[in-house]
């Protein structure tokens, strides 16, 4: 039923495929919670190829890998940009894949996953190709919304840099596969690019556009915040501005609804407030720890299919 | 019985607590040879959160593990620095703590173990932190001294900068817990500092104070030598009289105990000759494989605890 | 019958025990395809410390460890130099060998691993030391001959920079053992030292020299190509000539034999042309692959006599 050989991109996804990652993820959470120790990946390794630092994502799919009952293999940013160095990123690939079962690849570079997974005799996960795809982050954050809070039906506002944020677009393409109202919180030099927005619509969902966070924050099921970089602002005073009127403080949630979420794919700086995370909106930790099970879950399915294969 | 949730500082054990760790120990001694395999931790995984290379405790905390049958997730000191210039520690540890059953902490800054503890949702252990605590070598130290002569009735020697050692000093609080003769020898310029012998003294120690190593060598069981530090000497002769004055050479243990045996925390620089290697009092190898089983005994009480909680 | 504390040099192996070694890789090749998991060296550690980055040679050994179910502690360069900025090599192997079982060292001096063996307290393999030797990639090199060629009544071009190459030089002494024929093909200016060529001519070997890689490449079983540095040569213009002369391209392979096996120690820069990795001749990935089943062959080995011990 699963029998992709490479997860590249949330595109290569049809919404039925989503569904059965988001169910296998919610089966594996015992032992993404160490409740119980598990073999299913019993002589297995996985290989992190990282040219690019992102601790979250590598020990998310560490933790996933072992509490399965699998082994590592880590290449950090250092010794793969001292591999690169004495060759080609086909030949790199085409070396450690003799070496493991599974390879995660996180690259700086757009299309890199995708050339990747040419050369490598193994399957290729994708943990970020720069301006690229990230679908693991994608796939946890939709099941954060689906443990947290429920996949339809919902209205969804995701807030900051909608412009160059490669997250939220991805998120957003996801989440107009299900039935939800999508709010695009952002200043105005930082809106969603015009294609993307048509490309959502296109998808039947409802998209609405504001750069006020008060005129939706009372009305949502999930706040999905993200940083604004200062870097995008030429004048200094302008980021000052803006980045302060996104700023999530316990004040501005005295009439959210009951049952919000608030997330945000971490690390935080000044978006949220430290005593928002002592609120039960705060969910960002716990969204942190969903990317155990999904990445469990895409392990698992990727090996199967190796195995049967 | 031991059921707490941290191993900040040695200030929180009772006696009978380092006992039963001491013993406990002892227990998991042929594990930590490798005599025999364990799965005691099979399917737990720890974290080493390492702001500071410290490679010697780092591994003793990982073979541990490892030879219990339990997974480990490293964060060297670049990955650690890359991870808290974008957030602050209480996040860096609320999200690690996600993915991990226990998270072992080096930090250069005095408290940060203390402060993690408040936001880890997994027990913590203070694996150094600054000029703060340091407590699973102490025990260590008193392991080696326990397991290679005895903890009651002994004399032991404290030799080198007893002024800002942070070793020393949580060494002589521990053995002042124990009917021992503490001789500290130091240079004048750095001598214990007064509240700390006091107190030692306030728990019926008896210290007697040197800068005379041969006045107390051959009376003593335990010879405990640190490294004085070229620092703390604005005059480098006054440094090298000093350094060379407490180094041990086999000369210096022609009428010691037959049963002294020598301790040092490592690396020794010119502190210890090569030659006294060979004799039989020289433990400080010893001393750091002890640091295994001291090191399984803390993380199979803190995973007990936890299944139990 | 194998009864070595360490695995330092090409030179401390008899024939006999060679045979041994590729014996025992071949039984264990199902396991290094991760075909079948095993739990060979459970409960066993092993430490790589490498003072230089080999990131292939790491892995290799990493992977041979953990698909037999062992583990694995790391220290790569970074923490290597951090630690023997503060003690001796000697004294950093002899604490390193109370947290494992075997250890793996990689050191840029020459005799570096004969003298750690002297200070471990358990076995070591040497991964390269310098300018001395890599009796590991040895092995997988004559391995690789006998799962894709033979060992015995071959032909074997050895191309490139044989004045210097450890490598090629370590492999060449091993084919002498062999009834193989040797043709060294090098330019005039990186010819094969003397001594050693002596050497392999008191040996038995047949051995001839050329500057013409067409005049021996339809003849030959086996192509083993090498890099040639830019460094060894004063003038751009004579490198680039003598680079482009060794580079293999599908041109050059219309008339070679049918069954001709191509190996490089990779990284490969321009000697080989990337059209050849897709014809039958090309073996150089696989070679890489067959590091894994020799490593799991000595590591096993060696466990085996200290269990024995």
Redesign the interface.
Known sequence: MFTKREIISMKDFSQDEIDCILKKAQELEVYAR?E???DLL????M?NLFFE?S??TR??F??AM??LGG?V????S??AS??SK??TL??TV???S????VLVLRHPKQGAARMAAEYSSVPIINAGDGAGHHPTQTLLDLYTIKRESRLNGISVAIVGDLKYGRTVHSLAYALALYDTRISLVSPEQLRIPDTIKSDLEGMGAEVFETSELSSVINDVDVLYITRIQRERFPDPAEYRKVAGSYRISVDLLNDVKDNLIIMHP????TEID?EVDSTKYAKY??Q??YG?PIRMALLTMLMETDDEA
């Open positions: 160490g119980k120790p598990s019993s002589g297995k390794i290989a630092p601790t979250r020990l998310s560490e933790t072992k509490r082994e293999l880590n290449l950090g250092e010794e001292s591999i004495g060759e086909a030949d085409r070396v450690i003799q070496y493991c079962d971490l690390p935080r700086v430290v930790f716990k942190t720890f155990v």
